[in-house]
């Protein structure tokens, strides 16, 4: 996995190295890290400018810069001459870097400005540079991290931010680069360069983590948990778990449909509908493998349940139903208005940024300019796992690193797409899954899912959910690429 830390573990790590090495190596390595980066990404052979700050980010810029410099023409810009890194400044002055007072009339910019230690917002002169780059567009690379940008909290301050095109960072990643808002202004396209300074051995457990192509052990494990005891294939559909499905209503029957869709298309063996006559006479009609059952009184035994998909007026019953099963439960949509004040079984909620904003009450907009911290609050609130919707889907447990999803393609923003996704985080959990292992797994095949069906354009949740199987065996065989997992264009 992927793996983000704080900066107070980014610190600490840091001084266990540095009192390892001799003085001056972390700036030394990053440096030379950031000068390759800057060659590979920055087009053509023009001149570049380094905004250079106070600290060590200012002085891995420097560096960077002064190596640079035997190359191509580089200038500096230094926010305050008397706190500059001082080596780093007698570098690039020796290497020949020209000094200006701005990035003006500059194609290429390496913000050095503010570096994980710096508090959010910019001050000047980095706001007036800030302004001079907004007009003029030119490509900025990042150094760590965007300057101004929140960096444990991966929120943004106001707009008191310098928004890159390109980030190189050093040892691990950090919230702000993986997930939003922050992440989005990090990068275009790919992820951020990660360059190795030897941090690793020194960081403790991440506060951020995101499953990858490369990484199907979770996948593996949850999976494993379905085979016999000799390790062969299931011989029965019920060991590989029933998953109940309660969704759906006369004026949202499409959702029923999708989220048993969804359902069907995870690992496990069985799907049992729970809806009324004519809702579950067309479930069963579409999807003819699914025993609908009418009567909540004959549901039959499930190992997980999924409530709440278009489930209008009836979603209420249906959660109060399932939570007396005492099996896990995704509670999505419609039942997410009526959950306890706290729960016996282990939930995965499963809100988009109003949804949440409903069950915290506060407005969409905070959510969505802070997702980490609402669904953190939420997830202590309730105890429960909290996967909260959006471009980089969270999944945040109480006491666990949050976990961030990194496929997907914009044109998954589609209706029903949500319902599918409960469906097959349902079945994660009928497997055998944990709510956060489960949300993490639904919302990579999912997104996985929507970049192969929608093949760079448009995208039903129906074809979504046809192409959930083929990228689960992909990922278990080892064969699914990462270009088969991400298309996020340009923003």
């Known amino acids: ?92 002055q020796a290497a020949g870097c020209r000094l200006v007072d701005s990035p003006r009339g500059f194609g290429v910019v390496v913000d050095g400005v503010v570096g994980i230690g710096g508090a959010p917002g910019l001050r000047p002169p980095a706001d007036a540079w800030r302004a001079t780059i907004e007009a003029e567009r030119p490509f900025v690379i990042a150094v760590d991290v965007p300057s101004g940008v929140d960096v444990d909290g991966a929120t943004v301050a106001g707009g008191s931010f310098i928004p890159a095109d390109a980030t190189c960072t050093f040892g691990t990643y950090k919230n702000a680069l993986l997930v939003d808002p922050a992440a989005g202004w990090a990068v275009r396209g790919a992820l951020p360069r990660l360059i190795d300074i030897g941090l690793t051995p020194y960081l403790p457990a991440p506060s951020i983590e995101a499953l990858q192509a490369a990484d199907n052990r979770l996948l593996l494990s949850v999976l494993g948990s379905t085979l016999d005891q000799r390790g062969e294939a299931p011989t029965q559909k019920y060991t590989r778990g029933v998953v109940g499905v309660a969704a759906g209503s006369t004026a949202y029957a499409g959702a029923a449909l999708l989220c048993v869709r969804g359902a069907q298309s995870g690992p496990a063996g069985m799907v049992r509908f729970l809806g009324e006559q004519d809702l579950a006479a067309r479930v069963v009609d579409r999807c003819p493998e699914v025993v609908a059952h009418t009567d909540p009184a004959e549901r039959g035994r499930v190992q997980a349940w999924v409530v709440g998909s278009g489930g209008g007026d009836e979603a209420a019953a249906r959660l109060a139903v399932a939570l007396e099963d005492e099996v896990p439960v995704v ?156 298309d996020w264009r340009d923003r």
């Open 1 to 92: 996995m992927l793996q983000a830390h704080t900066v107070a573990d980014v610190r600490a790590a840091e001084a266990a190295l540095m009192s390892q090495v001799p003085p001056g190596s972390l700036m030394r390595w990053a440096a030379a890290g950031l000068a390759a980066y800057v060659r590979e990404v920055a087009p053509g052979s023009g001149p570049v400018v380094f905004l250079v700050g106070t600290g060590d980010n200012g002085g891995d810029a420097l560096f960077a810069a002064a190596e640079l410099a035997r190359e191509r023409f580089v200038a500096v810009a230094i926010a305050d001459p008397s706190r500059v890194h001082v080596e780093g400044s007698y570098a690039a």
């Open 331 to 486: 509670v999505d949509a419609d039942a997410l208005q009526h959950v306890p004040d706290r729960f016996d079984v282990p939930v995965l909620l499963t809100p988009h940024a109003g949804e949440l904003a409903r069950m915290l009450d506060v407005e969409r907009s905070a959510v969505e300019a802070d997702p980490l911290g609402h669904a953190t609050r939420a997830a202590e609130r309730w105890e429960a796992t909290v996967l909260l919707k959006g471009a980089r889907t969270l999944v945040v447990a109480p006491g666990e690193p949050a976990r961030v999803n990194l496929t997907g393609s914009p044109w998954l923003a589609t209706a029903g797409a949500g319902d599918v996704l409960a469906g097959v985080a349902g079945s994660f959990l009928a497997a055998g899954a944990d709510p956060r292992d489960a949300g993490a797994l639904a919302a990579f095949v999912h997104g996985a899912a929507a970049v192969v069906a929608s093949g760079g354009g448009p995208v039903t949740a129906s074809r979504v959910a046809d192409a959930v199987p083929g990228v689960i065996a992909a990922w278990r065989n080892g064969t699914l690429d990462e270009s088969q997992v991400r």
